[in-house]
């Protein structure tokens, strides 16, 4: 089985255009977490989909959103990169919402930002 | 919010030795504690977890400790081997999931 695919793997912005990572889960996961991961901050959650709907969300500000589609792929955005975006944003998939489900995770996309 | 304090930031050991990783959370209705192994450049792995009505869980040399009254976890991994040798993260999950800042672990061969 396939696990969690992120395209692109590296990416390469400046200051003030937006950016689109997608995800795809391991077949049958329906749920899906986005991270960033930062060597200053560590691995910090910023939103999960499941069911096409937003279900929780981390402390991130409305410059990040995401979206969830039907086959349960799901893409998140940027607006209006700043410096401190650059950073490894990881997803996550699992089978079902639910705070006890194991997630597993893709090999994230690198964002650097000039 | 939830917050995961982890323990030690860096732990050096030398192979064969056991080695012991600590985690506090704040939030109460934390009720699943999974452990990830992150080698440098690739993604985190799930490699052990435990949620909140069980207090200890072993898969081969690794095993997790839950006191929930004390609001602390633990990840023992015996008999380490060189390749144990990468970053390993403890997370709660109440609300969100909230991860520890990571451990370093080193096993010298």
């Known amino acids: 089985k396939a696990g969690v695919t992120q395209t692109p793997r590296y990416l390469i912005k400046t200051r003030g255009q937006q950016v689109t990572l997608s995800c795809s889960p391991i077949s049958g996961h329906r749920s899906v977490s986005w991270y960033q991961q930062t060597p200053g901050q560590g691995l910090q959650f910023l939103f999960e989909?499941?069911?096409?709907?937003?279900?929780n969300k981390g402390n991130f500000p409305g410059r990040f959103s995401g979206r969830q589609f039907s086959n349960s792929r799901s893409e998140m955005n940027v607006s209006t990169l700043e410096l401190g975006d650059s950073a490894l944003y990881l997803c996550?998939?699992?089978?079902?919402?639910?705070?006890?489900?194991?997630?597993?995770f893709g090999d994230g996309t690198r964002l650097s930002i000039l | 919010g939830e917050n995961v304090e982890q323990h030690p930031s860096t732990l050096s050991v030398q192979e064969g030795d056991s080695a012991v990783i600590k985690c506090t959370y704040s939030d109460s209705a934390s009720n699943y504690f999974p452990w990830y192994k992150q080698e440098l450049g690739k993604r985190p792995q799930l490699i052990i977890d435990?949620?909140?009505?069980?207090g200890e869980k072993k898969d081969q040399r690794i095993a997790v400790t839950l006191n929930k009254t004390a609001k602390h976890f633990s990840l023992h991994i015996t008999e380490t081997q060189p390749e144990d040798s990468a970053v390993y993260f403890c997370?709660?999950?109440?609300?969100?999931?909230?991860f520890g800042r990571g451990t370093s672990l080193i096993v010298h061969p």
């Open positions: 435990i949620r909140s009505n069980v």
């Open positions: 996550a998939s699992s089978l079902s919402q639910g705070g006890d489900q194991p997630q597993h």
């Open positions: 997370a709660a999950r109440g609300y969100i999931p909230t």
């Open positions: 989909y499941f069911s096409e709907t937003q279900r």
